[in-house]
């Protein structure tokens, strides 16, 4: 049901990018499944670089953070066999790469959170926490992680 959700609204899972350092994608433990952060990354590729909003947009922010949420259900996907297998999305940790001065941080994590509950329904409302920070690995403009409970 959740890959017709996908296919509707014109998502196409990738296959999950390979960490970029010295950790594991994804941990189960016991009904949760923690994903590690996912930086917007398509064809091995950082799609949208740099400091919110002196060298990206806040809306090209927002794809970033989409394309994150991407990222984090391949790996769910991987992990799980199926995303059908998700019951709740329990929390999500979003991180804008942004100046000082800025402070929409949520507003570019909504489009994440808006993106989850669009393709979960009500097991895809959530906890979560959107910060600013100096930077994030490769330059990405957004990082985001994301525990869930599984069935």
């Given at each position: 049901?959740?890959?017709?959700?996908?296919?509707?609204?014109?998502?196409?899972?990738?296959?999950?990018?390979?960490?970029?350092?010295?950790?594991?994608?994804?941990?189960?433990?016991?009904?949760?499944?923690?994903?590690?952060?996912?930086?917007?990354?398509?064809?091995?590729?950082?799609?949208?670089?740099?400091q919110?909003?002196?060298?990206?947009?806040?809306?090209?922010?927002?794809?970033?953070?989409?394309?994150c949420?991407?990222?984090?259900?391949?790996?769910?996907?991987?992990?799980?066999?199926?995303?059908?297998?998700?019951?709740?999305?329990?929390?999500?940790?979003?991180?804008?790469?942004?100046?000082?001065?800025?402070?929409?941080?949520?507003?570019?994590?909504?489009?994440a959170?808006?993106?989850?509950?669009?393709?979960?329904?009500?097991?895809?409302?959530?906890?979560?926490?959107?910060?600013?920070?100096?930077?994030?690995?490769?330059?990405?403009?957004?990082?985001?992680?994301?525990?869930?409970?599984?069935?």
């Amino acid at each position: 049901m959740i890959e017709e959700k996908l296919e509707s609204l014109g998502i196409t899972l990738p296959t999950p990018p390979k960490p970029a350092g010295s950790y594991i994608p994804v941990v189960r433990t016991g009904n949760l499944v923690f994903v590690s952060g996912q930086i917007p990354v398509k064809d091995g590729q950082v799609q949208f670089k740099g400091q919110v909003p002196t060298s990206i947009s806040v809306e090209d922010a927002q794809k970033a953070a989409k394309l994150c949420i991407t990222n984090v259900l391949a790996q769910l996907k991987l992990e799980l066999g199926t995303l059908d297998k998700v019951s709740k999305i329990v929390r999500v940790s979003g991180f804008v790469n942004s100046s000082p001065e800025f402070y929409e941080h949520p507003k570019i994590i909504n489009a994440a959170s808006d993106l989850l509950f669009e393709i979960f329904g009500e097991k895809g409302k959530h906890t979560r926490i959107a910060l600013g920070v100096a930077s994030l690995p490769l330059n990405s403009a957004v990082e985001i992680d994301l525990i869930a409970e599984t069935i």
